[in-house]
Every structure is written in C-alpha cells, then in structure tokens.
Nanobody
Framework: QADLVESGGGLVQAGGSLRLSCVAS????????MGWYRQALGKQRELVAS???????NYADSVKGRFTVSRDNAKNTMYLQMNSLKPEDTAVYYC???????????????WGQGTQVTVSS
C-alpha cells in the first residue's frame, strides 16, 4: 500500500506563514498530478493547489498570490508554502496523488490523513 503523510500544520496568527509537506512512501516521479485540498468544518473539501509532473500549477482564487505549491521528486515530497494566512484558511489540509506507482504496483486516487491548520485573528 502506498501512503501520503502530511506534516507542518499548526496554529498561527493571521498574517503568518506555514509550510506543509506531503511525503509519499513510493517515488512520485511518474505521478502526473499532485494536489492540496482543504476541508473546513461544515464545508465540502475544496482544491487549494495542484502541480503536474511538468511543474504546471493551478490555484484556487482564494489563495492566489499567497500560497505556492512545489514538488521535489528526488525526495518524494510535495510542499505548500502558505503566506499571509487568514482565519478563513483554517481547515484540515489533505494531499492527494492521482496515481502512485512502484516497480510492480500502482494505486489510484491516494489521499493523506490530513493536517490541521488553524489561523487565529
């Protein structure tokens, strides 16, 4: 079973920064798209940012100019740098991979367990 493990969440004041990491248990070099999603209490899960294998990025309008997604294939890791955080960014943040592969197997639609981000006003 391939896993994604997020870290880096926590409590921060409005205007502050956090950097989330998502480490895969297998290589991500052949993973097409990875993304960060978030789910606030009582709301649906939404896409925050995504990055393709070629480095193309996509952002939700609400985070454009504040968040930056990146990936380091050599470290099997995706990052989300979050700056100028707002209370409305408070949510559980999940990482996602459309497909993870190792030498013999592949897994589709893989999710991490989530990391809590809380922004105080």
């Amino acid at each position: 079973q391939a896993d994604l493990v997020e870290s880096g969440g926590g409590l921060v004041q409005a205007g502050g920064s956090l950097r989330l990491s998502c480490v895969a248990s297998v290589s991500i070099i052949r993973t097409n798209t990875m993304g960060w999603y978030r789910q606030a209490l009582g709301k649906q899960r939404e896409l925050v940012a995504s990055i393709s294998s070629g480095g193309s990025t996509n952002y939700a309008d609400s985070v454009k100019g504040r968040f930056t997604v990146s990936r380091d294939n050599a470290k099997n890791t995706m990052y989300l740098q979050m700056n100028s955080l707002k209370p409305e960014d408070t949510a559980v943040y999940y990482c996602h991979a459309d497909r993870l592969r190792d030498t013999y197997y592949y897994w589709n639609d893989v999710w991490g367990q989530g990391t809590q981000v809380t922004v105080s006003s």
